[in-house]
């Protein structure tokens, strides 16, 4: 039988190839497991990767290209929400899927979209609540200059008012800015006298950010970083050393300790070399192309209409733990975790949502959960910080 | 430092709505309530609209639908009426003009797509707010020149009557207000009756 083609959007060259190589390989995994295991209504799932390298109108041109010379209408792809903006008008006009696996701003609905990341009350939230809690309520906000950490900014620029609490900087610097402005940027940082650090920085810059800072002479361990969109690759690319303490709360870590995720980490590293290093985006990656495939094979139908029906309200053991789809935003239910940076570069896990957190793309007044200002027993180093920087 | 500006805790305001939907039962409206929902407004559903939208009605989101082009809303023309976005599926002269006839801020056009639903919200929710404070401004400043009216009239005749500079009146007039713990126009109207009775 012929198989079912599905188009991968991923960059594996340009500012975000670093996250977006690692779910490339995730979409192939998952793939391969589904095709060893006799594939999807007796069809293989066949990926057809292409490279938009990090541009985000490629990502539109790329995909029209897949729907018109290949007939390809099942896509798994984008990062940045530039990227996915351009897909969606494609997407609608014809009547194709795109599943988007990383964490974004919200405030969006398409009939045509699964989005598999955490919405801002899934990660955002957690983390301002636990950074205000902790650290203190003098935040300095630095980000890439897009729409994410914008509204990223507003939801802990809301909070930081609630609490009486203030700004010490907000400045957002361009996707290619280069290592003397993250300087210029570092220098205001620390003479800000800021608890925290709030970074919403991508790709690239995270490093050129993090570089400045040490050269700055900011003492991370009193001034901590915090950032939702740092995730394990980000650190990879960086360096462990660079990014010691750093504090995010994502759906996944590589840490996670459940059997789902021992699996996929030991296949995954059979497949791309011992050396490989899974994160967030990875795992929404790999939990959308099985939850496709489940999809197919419920709806009996390769057809995007059926698949999209099929996809309300299934769940699923992933690596991170049971997550589901809601079938009326279209966002998924995940469990939300607060990690801290530790020196081999992987995450030790400070607090836990006690259950899976529901999605609500469209929330604006936002009010942290309690799970997140309460750190989880036996991370001793945390409580030792708390006096730091404390109101 | 910059504080929150006003236009984004109008935002927050949008899930303490009470919406009205007037909307025929049909897949425009099954998209509509499914967006207002995953927004998460309160909302009512109604069709046709009878009389009036139920007292505490925040917003009406109207069907300009042919069937009903012909039906008068009399409710529209009250103070204090809902602001309304018309869901607009023709652009012909003649639904055009029940749109303008519903002095709407924005249209969500048929059919409807769940993005832009929010922002049709927000902007009717601002404007609307906006046009209130300005109608209560223009009233204050209607109030204030007919008050300025009757002042200069009563001034008027007690210069006339005691033979009284401008100022002098006026100042006779203020203090005579405050002996008499009264708004200064309550006076000058007592004045101006007491000098046309005399003038009788």
């Known amino acids: 039988m012929e198989p079912i083609e599905i188009g991968v959007l991923f960059s594996s060259s340009g500012v975000t190839a670093a996250v977006e190589e690692t779910q490339r390989r995730a979409v192939l995994l998952a793939a391969e497991e589904i095709n060893e295991a006799g594939g999807v209504l007796g069809r293989e799932l066949a990926p057809v990767c292409v490279d938009p390298a990090s541009c985000p109108p490629r990502y539109g041109q790329l995909s029209e290209q897949l729907i018109f010379e290949r007939g390809i209408r099942l896509f798994l792809g984008c990062y940045m929400s530039s990227a996915r903006k351009a897909v969606i008008p494609l997407v609608e006009r014809h009547d194709a899927l795109l599943f988007y696996g990383a964490a974004y701003e919200g405030f969006e609905f398409s009939r045509n979209v699964f989005y598999g990341g955490a919405a801002p009350n899934q990660n955002i939230l957690p983390l301002a609540g636990h950074m205000l809690a902790r650290h203190g309520s003098r935040v300095a906000m630095v980000g890439s200059d897009y729409v994410c950490p914008y509204e990223a900014n507003r939801v802990m620029s809301d909070l930081i008012y609630e609490r009486g609490g203030s700004k010490a900087l907000e400045i957002y610097l361009p996707l290619d800015a280069t290592a003397p402005d993250y300087q210029a940027v570092a220098q205001a940082i620390r003479r800000s006298g800021a608890d925290f650090v709030y970074s919403t920085v991508v790709g690239e810059g995270m490093a050129l950010l993090h570089t400045a800072l040490a050269k700055a002479g900011l003492d991370r361990l009193k001034t901590p970083i915090a950032s939702h969109m740092c995730c394990e690759a980000d650190i990879e690319a960086m360096g462990a050393d660079l990014a010691e303490g750093l504090i995010t709360c994502a759906s996944y870590f590589e840490s996670v300790q459940t059997e789902a995720n021992q699996q996929a980490l030991r296949r995954y590293r059979q497949r791309f070399g011992a050396a490989a290093r899974s994160n967030a985006c990875w795992e929404a990656a790999y939990v959308q192309t099985h939850l496709l495939a489940k999809a197919i094979a419920a709806a009996g139908s390769a057809e995007p209409a059926h698949i999209a029906r099929a996809m309300a309200g299934l769940s699923l053991q992933a690596p991170q733990g049971l997550i589901r789809v809601d079938g009326h935003n279209h966002h998924t239910h995940l469990n939300a975790r607060i990690g801290r940076c530790n020196a081999l570069g992987s995450f030790d896990i400070l607090a836990q949502a006690p259950e899976p957190v529901t999605a609500d793309p469209y929330v604006m007044s936002h009010v942290p959960p309690d799970w997140a200002t309460v750190t989880a027993p036996g991370s001793g180093h945390a409580d030792a910080l708390l006096a730091v920087g404390a109101p | ?200």
Request: net charge neutral.
């Open chain 2, 1 to 200: 430092m910059t504080r929150p500006n006003v236009s984004q805790t109008i935002l927050k305001d949008i899930r303490a709505l009470r919406l009205l939907v007037v909307h025929p039962d049909d897949r425009d409206r099954e998209e509509l309530v499914d967006q207002l929902s995953r927004i998460g407004c309160v909302f009512s559903c109604q069709w046709p609209l009878l009389d009036a939208p139920p007292p505490g009605t925040d917003m009406v989101l109207l069907a300009v639908h042919p069937d009903t082009l012909s039906q008068p809303c009399p409710w529209l023309e009250k103070p204090g009426a809902p602001p309304v976005i018309p869901i607009v599926a023709f652009e012909n002269p003649i639904t055009l003009a029940a749109v303008l006839h519903l002095d709407a801020f924005t249209t969500i056009a048929s059919p409807v797509r769940p993005a832009g639903v929010l922002t049709a919200l927000a902007l009717t929710l601002h404007q609307s707010k906006q046009r209130r404070t300005r109608e209560h401004y223009i009233q204050r400043l209607e109030q204030k020149a007919a008050h300025q009216h009757l002042i200069q009239k009563a001034t008027r005749a007690l210069m006339d009557a005691r033979r009284l500079k401008e100022d002098e009146a006026y100042e006779l007039l203020r203090e005579k207000a405050m002996l008499q713990r009264e708004p200064i126009e309550q006076v000058a109207r007592q004045i101006i009756k007491a000098t046309e009775a005399l003038g009788i």
